[in-house]
């Protein structure tokens, strides 16, 4: 018959394994920091890019997304049909900036090219304190 | 005041974001119609709307200090006690893999140990009309057990006798494991300020697919008599954007014959931002019979 005290481990042991496998979704930081376990938590969620957090962090970060030079030297001069060409901003800190760099790399690739601006790859790199990195590739056809 | 507090908190979060500075808070706001004996009127309200700065920053592989800054603000007048902000929760700890060890204001660890049980926490429904123990007692030192014993979590706190001459001693053990939370806790000379009272609080909570029940148990000792009471809740999720809720309570502890009856729904707009609507009764044998109606709206950020 098994002891009281080796049946009460097993339990335990049990509790605690089937504990350990369960994940937590971060809920909004206010009700993290109202639960009872808040203190063992607080290094699980990233708030950094939500709610006032990612605003504030913007404001701080945010600086004119930077122009890659890689064009300038070139844009004034026509280019061949088939050239391929790379254009970049750095410091994205926000969708928005995304959306504004995007259209302005396209805008740029347009008016680089004679003809149509084609776009072979589109790819982003991470940078310092969370910021984006996008850089398109084109080529004129 | 509120503005140098923002520029502070954004000055702190840009100049430290690898600290991991969090500002967090919510405005939650209600529109109700107040009856309380008989005396009616349309109140705006600000249910414990708060602003607050916490983080965590290793300072070795094994310790890290945390650290939270809480405060209230009424978003309805502006006015919380003749001050903008006045303080909630205010704590500095140390974290190591034996637990933490920290001090300051902060909620007691039996009023913690109902944290999401009470679905009308901070309106008028609050456990605290039928319950001792809502306490948030300042001088405080508790220790809390690590994360690694996993679905455990234990408090020890002991509150100096600074304030009143008298020292006291809150502790709970709570047992949380995927929809199962169970606790069991106790004040000594906590409540009241005064000696020889003690809280023993019993809570459980369970979710069973759309639903969640919840409920606790108290008794509440001291020199002159003793009460206890119960409350039990359920929260039904009709939809991801609807969810209905109602709480019975029924207790000896502050009033004889004291109940408390609350019924209402939530819009979920997205995570962190809901519409909600109540009607509440709170009633005694000797002094309250009041009802409140009301909508209001939340955001957490």
């Not at chain 1, 060409?85 to 750095?90: G, I």
């Not at chain 2, 923002?6 to 702190?12: E, F, H, S, T, Y």
């Not at chain 2, 679905?151 to 020292?167: F, R, S």
């Not at chain 2, 502890?253 to 609507?277: M, P």
Request: glycine share 10%; charged share 25%.
């Amino acid at each position: 018959m098994r002891k009281p005290g080796a049946t009460l481990v097993a339990v335990i042991a049990t509790l605690l394994y089937g504990a350990s496998a369960v994940g937590q979704e971060c809920e909004p930081a206010v009700d993290l920091m109202e639960s009872n376990d808040a203190v063992n938590r607080i290094a699980e969620c990233d708030y950094s890019d939500e709610g006032l957090n990612g605003w504030l962090q913007g404001r701080g970060d945010a600086k004119p997304a930077e122009e890659s030079s890689e064009l300038k030297a070139s844009a004034d001069s026509a280019v061949a049909v088939g050239d391929e060409f790379t254009l970049s901003r750095n410091t994205i800190a926000s969708a928005l900036d995304m959306l504004q760099a995007r259209y302005a790399l396209v805008r740029q690739a347009t008016e680089h090219c004679e003809g149509a601006a084609a776009l072979i790859e589109e790819s982003y790199m991470p940078e310092a304190r969370g910021a984006t990195g996008l850089y398109m590739k084109f080529y004129c056809r | 005041m509120r503005v140098p507090f923002l520029l502070a908190a954004a000055a702190l979060v840009s100049a430290q974001a690898s600290a991991d500075v969090t500002v967090y808070g919510k405005a939650n706001v209600s529109l109700q119609h107040a009856d309380e004996a008989g005396n009616r009127e349309i109140e705006l309200q600000s249910n414990s709307s708060r602003i607050g700065l916490m983080g965590q920053e290793s300072l070795s592989d094994s310790v890290a200090i945390l650290y939270r800054f809480e405060y209230e603000t009424s978003v309805d007048d502006g006015d919380k006690d003749g001050q903008t902000l006045t303080q909630r929760n205010i704590y500095l700890g140390l974290q190591t893999a034996g637990g933490t060890l920290m001090g300051g204001v902060f909620d007691s660890p039996l009023k913690t140990a109902a944290a999401g049980v009470d679905l009308f926490n901070d309106l008028e429904g609050d456990i605290r009309s039928i319950f001792a123990g809502e306490n948030r007692p300042k001088n405080i030192v508790q220790y809390v057990t690590p994360k690694s014993l996993g679905p455990v979590t234990a408090k020890v706190a002991y509150i100096t006798k600074e304030v009143d001459g008298i020292d006291g001693v809150s502790a709970s053990a709570a047992y949380k494991l995927e929809d199962l939370y169970l606790a069991m806790a106790m004040d000594q000379d906590v409540e009241d300020n005064v000696d020889n009272t003690d809280t023993y609080r019993l809570v459980g909570a369970y979710s069973l697919g759309a639903f969640q029940l919840g409920g606790a148990y108290e008794k509440y000792e001291r020199h002159i008599g003793s009460g206890d009471g119960y409350f039990a809740s359920l929260k039904w999720s009709l939809t991801d954007q609807w969810i209905l809720k109602t709480q019975y309570g029924q207790s000896d502890i502050k009033v004889e014959g004291r109940e408390s009856f609350s019924l209402g729904g939530d819009y979920i707009f997205s995570k962190t931002a809901k519409a909600f609507a109540y009607f509440t009764t709170n009633q005694d044998d000797a002094i309250r019979d009041d009802d409140y109606l009301g909508v209001g709206l939340e955001m957490k950020f």
